[in-house]
C-alpha cells in the first residue's frame, strides 16, 4: 500500500508514519499544496497512492479544499470512483459540520486526533484497503 500522510504537526506526521510504513511505503506533506503536487506526480507517474491520511487545519491550503480538489482532479483524469485513491481525514476537529463536509466531499473515512492505531487499522479495512 502506498500512503501520502498530509500534516503540518511533526508529532502526529511521525506518529501516522511509523503506524503506517507497516503496511506498505509513504510520503509526507507539511501543507496542502505539497499534498496536491504529490498526488499529481503519483498520478503521471502511473503510482498512485492508494491511500491519504488528511488533517484539515493546515497553512496553504485546509483539507477540505485538498479534498475537493483531489476529487475534481480524478474526475477531469477520467478516473472511476474504484479507482479513486481512498482519503481519510485525520483531524482534531469532531464537530459535524466539519465532518458532514468532509463527507459530501467524497472522503472515505474520518479519525479524531489523537489516531488511535487500532481505529485507523480498522478503518483502513472498512474502506476496502488490505493492511496484511
Same mark, same amino acid.
Given at each position: 500500500?502506498?500512503?501520502? =500522510?498530509? +500534516?503540518? #504537526?511533526?508529532?502526529?506526521?511521525?506518529? @501516522?508514519?511509523?503506524?503506517?510504513? *507497516?503496511?506498505?511505503?509513504?510520503? /509526507?506533506?507539511?501543507?496542502?499544496?505539497?499534498?496536491?503536487?504529490?498526488?499529481?506526480?503519483? =498520478?503521471? +507517474?502511473? #503510482?498512485?497512492?492508494?491511500?491519504?491520511? @488528511?488533517?484539515?487545519?493546515?497553512? *496553504?491550503?485546509?483539507?477540505?479544499? /485538498?479534498?475537493?480538489?483531489?476529487?475534481?482532479?480524478?474526475?477531469?483524469?477520467?478516473?472511476?470512483?474504484?479507482?479513486?485513491?481512498?482519503?481519510?481525514?485525520?483531524?482534531?476537529?469532531?464537530?459535524?459540520?466539519?465532518?458532514?463536509?468532509?463527507?459530501?466531499?467524497?472522503?472515505?473515512?474520518?479519525?479524531?486526533?489523537?489516531?488511535?492505531?487500532?481505529?485507523?487499522?480498522?478503518?483502513?479495512?472498512?474502506?476496502?484497503?488490505?493492511?496484511?
Amino acid at each position: 500500500m502506498k500512503t501520502l =500522510i498530509v +500534516e503540518d #504537526d511533526f508529532i502526529c506526521r511521525k506518529m @501516522l508514519q511509523t503506524f503506517l510504513t *507497516e503496511f506498505g511505503s509513504t510520503d /509526507v506533506a507539511v501543507n496542502g499544496v505539497e499534498a496536491l503536487a504529490a498526488v499529481s506526480i503519483a =498520478i503521471e +507517474e502511473n #503510482d498512485p497512492y492508494n491511500l491519504i491520511c @488528511l488533517d484539515i487545519l493546515m497553512p *496553504e491550503l485546509d483539507g477540505h479544499e /485538498v479534498l475537493k480538489q483531489i476529487r475534481a482532479d480524478e474526475e477531469d483524469r477520467g478516473i472511476l470512483s474504484s479507482g479513486e485513491v481512498k482519503i481519510i481525514m485525520t483531524t482534531s476537529l469532531k464537530d459535524l459540520k466539519n465532518m458532514s463536509e468532509a463527507f459530501r466531499s467524497l472522503c472515505d473515512g474520518y479519525i479524531s486526533k489523537p489516531v488511535d492505531r487500532a481505529v485507523l487499522k480498522e478503518t483502513i479495512e472498512k474502506i476496502g484497503l488490505s493492511v496484511g
